[in-house]
């Protein structure tokens, strides 16, 4: 079975400090993971996800196979940052059976970014 | 491109009432998905769909719920006879094909008296 747990349910910063959210899965094959992010009154956007490599707002990510993380990090947190992170995986196709599409959630973190 | 549209954003209905969700994809998106969001919890895959199939309902509760994706028109989630327990936030995703990132609507928040 697929799980994503986010173990902080509310993490606060400051301005300017690093913030990282923390993610752990569990699943048997190869999966692929996503973070999604919702600010206040916007819809869920995907932020980053794993295979691209990409650092998107500042924001990167690495898989980490042997501990199952992929804790989402930014060495300098901005007010703009507030928000519920969603940390999200699917399993790839030839492992799922071509049912990658689809999306396991966990319950999400809400950031805040105090001035 | 507008994204993905949902409507209505917020539903009240009293417990034995329908509920209609609509669900309008992306542009050239022509594989939907059906989220729901209990309380506290993260978003459970509930269906799959493409133009006049259904692909994958393994999320949907067995009796009550139902999803179509007809050839012109949104994609309708339906929920018959509702109870409190279906309160939740109803999150609708397309995609251009179904590897290919997912776009989420609003969603459409569900209330049950």
């Known amino acids: 079975a697929q799980r994503v747990t986010q173990p902080e349910k509310l993490l606060s910063v400051f301005k300017g400090a690093p913030v990282e959210l923390k993610c752990n899965y569990s699943?048997?094959?190869?999966?692929?993971l996503f973070w999604y992010v919702q600010y206040s009154r916007q819809r869920l956007q995907l932020l980053l996800r794993h295979i691209s490599r990409e650092s998107i707002k500042g924001f990167t990510a690495d898989l980490n196979k042997g501990e199952t993380s992929f804790h989402l990090k930014k060495p300098f947190a901005q007010e703009e940052d507030s928000a519920m992170y969603y940390c999200a995986l699917s399993g790839q196709a030839v492992d799922s059976g071509g049912s990658n599409y689809k999306l396991t959630f966990g319950k999400g973190t809400l950031l805040t970014v105090n001035p | 491109n507008a994204g993905v549209m949902q409507n209505p954003r917020h539903l009240v209905r009293r417990r034995g009432q329908e509920a209609r969700l609509r669900c309008s994809p992306m542009k050239g998106h022509s594989h939907v998905y059906w989220y729901r969001q209990l309380p506290e919890e993260g978003l459970k895959f509930m269906v799959y769909l493409q133009k006049e199939n259904i692909i994958d309902e393994s999320g949907m509760p067995k009796e009550r719920f139902s999803a179509e994706f007809p050839k012109e028109g949104p994609s309708i989630l339906r929920i018959q006879q509702v109870v409190r327990g279906d309160s939740a936030a109803y999150f609708c995703?397309?995609?251009?094909?179904?590897?290919?990132?997912?776009?989420f609507g609003p969603g459409t928040r569900l209330l049950v008296l």
């Open positions: 995703a397309s995609s251009p094909d179904y590897w290919e990132t997912q776009y």
């Open positions: 699943y048997s094959g190869s999966p692929e």
